[in-house]
C-alpha cells in the first residue's frame, strides 16, 4: 500500500557523558533507517548524553542553534528523527528534551513535563520541567512527544490526542527492575506494555516507544521498543535487553478507521473535564 | 519451623534462637527467583560493566559457598571461561570440604583456579596478638583474601567480582574492606534464597547449594547459628520490610513475632555503615558525593 510508513526504532547503548560518540550511533542508526526505507527514526531520551549524567548535565547539554543540534539538523536531511539529549535555554534553565528534525529543520520541542524524583530517580534536581503539551503537524501525521514518565500521566496523553495527534511518540530510558511477571521480561517492561496498549486504545492513535539498553552503574535499561497501533496492536516490538533497529511499517489510515470504530474522542467532554479539575484543584487547596 | 517460599532448604541445623512466629505470617511470600530473567540481566550486566571499564578479565575468590559459586558461573558465562581467575585462599584451619568443593566449581564452570595459602601472614600477624577473639581474627582474613584479589586483579589487569548478597548486605554479615570489598558485585540485589535458586537453575553442584552456609572463618561455624534464624525466614521478612515497605507494626499484625522483627531491623540500621563511603567533613562548598555527583560509569 502507498501511503504506508515506515518508522525505525533506534534501541541503542549509548556511553554516559560522550556526546561524539553517541552522535557515531545516532550516525550509524540513520544510515540503516535510510537503508529500510524509514520516514522517521526514534532515538531514546537522553540517549545523545546517557541517562545518570548528574553533575554532568550542563557539560553535556546542547543549545538548539549550538553544533550538536547542527550536527542532527544535518542527519535529519537523510531520515526526519527524533533526538533525545539535554538541552540549555538562553537563561541556562537544562531540560530532559526530545526534539523531531526534519530536512534540517527542527519541527517540533518537547521539554519532560513529569521529571521523576523518587526511589532511583533524582531528575528535578538536575532537569528544570517542562510546562507545555502540544500536538504538531508532521510526517505522517500530526503528532505529539512526550518523554518516558510523562506517559504515566494519561492527561499528557490525552492532551495531545485531543490537539489533534494521530501519532503520540516517546522516548525512554526505563530501567528493567521486578522479577515476579514472567521469564521474558522484567515487571517494570510489562507495566509498560500495558499502558502503551491501553493509551493505543484509550486515545486511538499509534505509540511509538523507544527505549535504550545498556547498564549504567548497575542499572540496566530493557529496550523492548514497540509500536502499537489505534487499536492496541502491536505492530513491531524490539527485543528486550539488546540493541536493534527496528522497523514499524504503518498504515496511517487506521487512525480513522479506529476512531469511526470506537469514537470516544468525539465524545470527549473538554468543557466537563475542564470544570471537573478546576473544582478538584479548589478543593485540593 | 521453616516458612517462606518452598525453594531450596539447606541442611536444618540446630533450631534458631528467632523463628518468624507461632504460625505463618500474612505477609507475602519471600522474593520471586525468575533464573531465566535474572540471568540475563546479571551476565549482561557483568559483560556491560567490566568491558565498559577497558577490562576483559575479571579476578574473584571462591570460597566453596553457594555465593562464590554462582558469581564465578556469572562471569564464566559473561566473559568467557578463560577471562575468570578463581583464587582459593585457605587458612590452615579452613575445612576440606570448602576446599574441594571451590575445586569442583573451578572445574564445573571451566576456570582457572589458584591456591594461595593465608596461614603465614595470618599466624604471623597474630602471634603478636594471641587474645585476638574469633571476630577480629575472622575480619582479618578476609581483608588479607581481599589484598590478595586485588593484588592479582592489578596483576592480570582484571576487575574483582564481588559475591555479598542481599541479605548479608543488609544485615552486616561481612567484613567491611573484606568480603564487601569490588569493583563489581552481580548478587548484591539477590537475597540469598534467590541465589539459591539461581545457582540451581545454573549447575552449580548441588553438594555447594544444599550444605549449611558457613563463612569458614572457625571450625563448625554456620551462618545461621551466627545469625539466629534462617535465610529462609529472614529473607521472607526482609522481603516484606525493605522491599515491599512493611512497617514494623504491619509485619507484626501480620503474624510475625516482634523479637524477630526488631532484631532484624535492628541489625540493618546498625549495618548501614557497611554500606556506605566513609563521612567526610564538610569544610567546603562542593564536597565530594555530597555536592560532586557523579555516577561511577562518568569516570570510564
Redesign the interface.
Same mark, same amino acid.
Given at each position: 500500500m502507498a501511503d504506508r510508513f515506515r518508522i525505525a526504532l533506534a534501541q541503542i547503548s549509548p556511553r554516559l557523558a560522550d556526546v561524539q560518540e553517541n552522535l557515531g550511533l545516532y550516525e550509524k542508526a540513520v544510515a540503516g533507517a535510510a537503508e529500510a526505507g524509514a520516514g522517521l527514526v526514534v532515538f531514546p531520551e537522553l540517549s545523545l548524553t546517557g541517562y545518570h549524567l548528574k553533575d554532568e548535565v550542563p557539560a553535556v547539554a546542547a543549545r538548539l542553534d549550538g553544533k550538536v543540534v547542527a550536527a542532527l539538523r544535518e542527519l535529519s536531511r537523510r531520515v526526519p528523527l527524533v533526538a533525545g539529549l539535554v538541552e540549555e535555554s538562553s537563561d541556562h534553565r537544562f531540560f530532559n528534551s526530545a526534539i523531531w528534525l526534519a530536512a534540517g529543520e527542527i519541527v517540533a520541542v518537547h521539554r519532560k513535563v513529569y521529571l521523576p524524583t523518587y526511589g532511583m530517580f533524582d531528575e528535578s534536581r538536575y532537569f528544570a520541567r517542562g510546562h507545555s503539551l502540544r500536538a504538531f503537524d508532521a510526517v505522517p501525521m500530526r503528532a505529539g512527544l512526550v518523554v518516558c514518565e510523562d506517559f504515566w500521566h494519561p492527561s499528557a496523553v490525552q492532551i495531545l490526542a485531543l490537539d489533534g495527534a494521530g501519532i503520540v511518540i516517546c522516548p525512554s530510558s526505563s530501567p528493567a527492575r521486578g522479577l515476579g511477571q514472567g521469564a521474558e521480561r522484567d515487571d517494570n517492561a510489562h507495566t509498560w506494555e500495558v499502558l502503551l496498549e491501553a493509551m493505543a486504545r484509550s486515545f486511538g492513535l499509534f505509540v511509538v516507544h523507544v527505549n535504550r539498553v545498556g547498564y549504567e552503574d548497575g542499572v540496566g535499561f530493557w529496550g523492548g521498543s514497540s509500536v502499537i497501533d489505534p487499536n492496541g496492536q502491536t505492530v513491531a516490538k524490539a527485543p528486550c535487553y539488546e540493541t536493534a533497529l527496528t522497523i514499524a511499517e504503518i498504515d496511517p489510515a487506521e487512525v480513522r478507521r479506529r476512531r469511526l470504530a470506537v469514537p470516544v474522542l468525539r465524545d470527549e467532554d473538554i468543557d466537563l473535564t475542564i470544570r471537573e479539575l478546576e473544582r478538584v484543584r479548589r478543593e485540593q487547596r | 519451623m521453616s516458612v517462606g517460599t518452598p525453594v531450596v532448604s539447606p541442611r536444618a541445623g540446630a533450631a534458631p534462637a528467632l523463628t518468624p512466629g507461632p504460625g505463618t505470617p500474612a505477609s507475602p511470600a519471600g /522474593? /520471586? =527467583?525468575? /533464573? /531465566?530473567? $535474572?540471568r %540475563? $540481566?546479571l551476565v549482561? #550486566?557483568l559483560r556491560?560493566?567490566v568491558r565498559?571499564t577497558g577490562a576483559e578479565r575479571v579476578v574473584l575468590g571462591l570460597s566453596g559457598g553457594v555465593d562464590s559459586a554462582l558469581a564465578a558461573m556469572l562471569a564464566a558465562e559473561a566473559l568467557g571461561a578463560a577471562n575468570v581467575l578463581a583464587i582459593r585462599m585457605p587458612w590452615r584451619l579452613s575445612s576440606a570440604e570448602s576446599l574441594s568443593h571451590a575445586d569442583l566449581l573451578a572445574v564445573k564452570a571451566g576456570i582457572e583456579m589458584l591456591t594461595i595459602d593465608i596461614s603465614p601472614q595470618i599466624d604471623a600477624y597474630f602471634e603478636r596478638f594471641p587474645d585476638a577473639d574469633a571476630m577480629r581474627r575472622g575480619n582479618k582474613m578476609a581483608r588479607e583474601r581481599m589484598t590478595v584479589l586485588y593484588d592479582h586483579s592489578a596483576r592480570i589487569g582484571g576487575l574483582v567480582v564481588g559475591t555479598s548478597n542481599k541479605t548479608e548486605l543488609l544485615l552486616g554479615y561481612g567484613t567491611l574492606f573484606g568480603d564487601m570489598a569490588s569493583a =563489581?558485585n552481580p548478587l548484591g540485589d539477590l537475597y540469598k534464597t534467590q541465589v539459591w535458586g539461581l545457582s540451581r537453575a545454573l549447575g552449580v553442584p548441588a553438594e555447594i547449594i544444599d550444605k549449611a552456609p558457613s563463612a569458614d572463618l572457625a571450625p563448625g561455624q554456620t551462618d545461621e547459628a551466627d545469625l539466629g534464624f534462617r535465610y529462609a525466614d529472614v529473607d521472607r521478612l526482609l522481603w516484606a520490610m525493605i522491599d515491599l515497605r512493611w512497617g514494623a507494626d504491619e509485619l507484626v499484625a501480620a503474624g510475625w513475632s516482634r523479637s524477630f522483627v526488631d532484631a532484624v531491623e535492628a541489625r540493618v540500621r546498625r549495618s548501614q555503615f557497611k554500606r556506605r563511603l566513609p563521612v567526610i567533613a564538610k569544610v567546603s562548598e562542593r564536597t565530594i558525593d555530597r555536592d #560532586?555527583?557523579?555516577? %561511577?560509569?562518568?569516570g $570510564?
Open positions: - | /522474593p /520471586p =527467583v525468575n /533464573p /531465566p530473567l $535474572l %540475563r $540481566l549482561g #550486566f556491560d560493566e565498559k =563489581v #560532586f555527583r557523579y555516577a %561511577r560509569d562518568w $570510564l
